[in-house]
């Protein structure tokens, strides 16, 4: 597989051109060892019985190219007329209507074309020749059969796929992802209501209001200067005096004990002792 220089010149000019700017339907992919090794892929036309499919159609330059056409021949198993088995390819452009002008690109394009529009007269596949003839809807259902084995894939080649799918993925994923941002906000929302509920401003004055008052309550009720009276609060956990001053109720009368009883008793014991 040998060239010129001045075609091998031309090829790399052509593949540039090709990658860079391909024919709707068509990449090409090139061998890093040897730019020779030239692999065309063709997405199967809609409409069509090869549609969902991508066909590799593989290249073969020597040294009469471009004086004579390339060898080319469908790695990609196929039913079609002008297809034979062995993947051999039967259109007028790669034999007698060959010109030094056709390129790469010309010939992939032409193989696209005779997926659309087969030529049965000139069947390198008799039985596919046949049957579009005879039954077109049996034909298309065998072809669509043979297309879905073996040219259909799960994900696009790399080479039909948008330059830079990767980051644009990563940038919906970030896109998607941006609403959940005020998620927090709400997190702490959660918090303050529960502790509004459970402690309201009303309880909190008022019991701020209440322990404000009970300590000078308390100390009024037990610094009496006779030290005679002594109130018993009608509420365990207050005093007398807090609890009428939260309630509004008048003190009621309370059982007194009397001083002088007392201290008379003590006098009879000490006039005992003295006897």
Sequence with gaps: MSVTPATMRRLMREIS???????????????????????GIIEGPEGTPYAGGYFRV?????????AAPPKCWFATKIFHP????????????????????????????????????PNPESALDEEAGKLLLEDYDSYFSRAKLITSVH??????????????????????????AAPSAPEPAHAIAIPST??????????????????ALHPSHSSTSCSNKDGKERVT??????????????????????????????AGVEKRKKALKRL
């Design 17 to 39: 051109a090709l990658k860079n700017s391909p024919p709707e339907g068509i990449r090409i992919v090139t061998s890093e060892e040897n730019i020779l090794d030239v692999t």
């Design 58 to 66: 593989r290249f073969k330059f020597n040294e009469e190219f471009p």
């Design 82 to 117: 002008n297809v034979s088995s062995a993947g051999e390819i039967c259109v007028n452009t790669l034999k007698k209507d060959w010109k030094s002008s056709y390129g790469i690109g010309h010939i992939l394009v032409t193989v696209k074309c005779l997926l659309i529009y």
């Design 151 to 176: 040219a259909t894939l799960r994900t696009k080649p790399p080479e039909f796929q948008p330059a830079g799918g990767k980051d644009s993925e990563a940038s919906i994923a970030l896109s998607n």
């Design 194 to 211: 529960s502790s509004s509920r459970e402690f309201p401003p009303s309880r909190l004055l008022q019991s701020s209001s209440e322990n």
């Design 233 to 262: 609060s009608p509420f365990p956990l207050s005093t007398a005096d807090s609890n009428v001053g939260t309630l509004g109720i008048a003190p009621k009368a309370v059982k007194r004990t009397a001083a002088p009883g007392t």
